[in-house]
C-alpha cells in the first residue's frame, strides 16, 4: 500500500513538474512574441516557437485565457498605430484615390449594362425570327 502512495506521490509530482514547464515555455515564446513587431500572437505561433502543441494551450485555461487577451490587445494596438500615422493629407490623397477607382467600376459597369441591354435586343429579335421560320 506504501509503495503505491509513493507512486501516486511520484506521478503526482511529475505532472506538476510537466505543467509548471509547459507554462513555463508558454510565457517565454509569449514574451518573445510581445517583443517581436513581426509576428502575430495566436496559438499558432505560440505553439511553433514554444515547442507544445495547440491542443495543450487550447486546454490549459491560463495559457489560454493571456493568449487570446494579448491577442485582442495586439489587434487593437495595432490599428490605432496605423490611424495615427496617417495624415489628413494622406487620407484625403487616399479618399480621392478610392473615389477616383470607384468612378472607373461605375463606368465599367454601365458600359456592362449597355452591352448586355444591346445583347436582350439581339436575343429577343432572334428569337422572334426563329418562330417566324418555324410557323412558315
Known amino acids: 500500500m506504501d509503495k503505491e502512495k509513493r507512486n501516486i506521490t511520484g506521478l503526482l509530482k511529475h505532472a ?30 505560440v505553439s511553433e516557437l514554444s515547442g507544445i502543441s495547440t ?40 479618399l480621392r484615390r478610392e473615389i477616383q477607382k470607384l468612378k472607373e467600376e461605375k463606368q465599367m459597369l454601365i458600359e456592362q449594362l449597355v452591352a448586355l441591354e444591346r ?4 436575343n429577343h429579335q432572334l428569337k422572334s425570327l426563329l418562330t417566324q421560320k418555324r410557323i412558315e
Request: net charge positive; hydrophobic share 30%; no cysteine.
Open 55 to 94: 491542443t495543450t494551450l487550447y486546454n490549459n485555461p491560463a495559457l489560454r485565457e493571456r493568449i487570446s487577451s494579448l491577442r485582442a490587445v495586439k489587434k487593437v494596438s495595432a490599428m490605432e498605430i496605423a490611424a495615427q500615422d496617417i495624415t489628413p493629407r494622406d487620407r484625403e490623397r487616399e
Open 16 to 45: 506538476t513538474a510537466l505543467k509548471n514547464d509547459t507554462e513555463e515555455k508558454a510565457n517565454r515564446a509569449i514574451d518573445t512574441l510581445k517583443r517581436s513587431k513581426t509576428k502575430k500572437i495566436n496559438f499558432k505561433t
Open 119 to 122: 445583347l436582350k435586343i439581339e
